[in-house]
């Protein structure tokens, strides 16, 4: 139980304020969309979104068990931020 409220705590802290929500609550500001479609909507995205990681992590720790996976998505996390940051000061 005590590895599920790891699971939990550490992907909710990772979504609080990335694209996916404020583009979320965009959404939800439409007076057009009804605020329990965009919670429906959202919610099975990142259903669908988190079944698709889990099964590549399933199937892909088979053959990729001698890579060093933390490092290799850490690296990619500091490179999209880096782009982001280049981007910002681009004026994209």
Do not use: C
């Amino acid at each position: 139980m005590l590895k599920l409220a790891s699971i939990f705590a550490i992907v909710f802290m990772a979504e609080l304020g990335d694209k996916t929500q404020l583009a979320t609550l965009l959404f939800a500001s439409d007076r057009n969309l009804h605020p329990f479609m965009v919670f429906l909507a959202a919610a099975a995205a990142l259903v669908v979104a988190t079944g698709m990681a889990v099964l590549v992590g399933n199937y892909g720790a088979r053959y990729l068990e001698m890579l060093p996976l933390k490092l290799i998505a850490g690296i990619g996390f500091i490179a999209i931020g880096g782009w982001s940051i280049f981007e910002h000061f681009r004026g994209a």
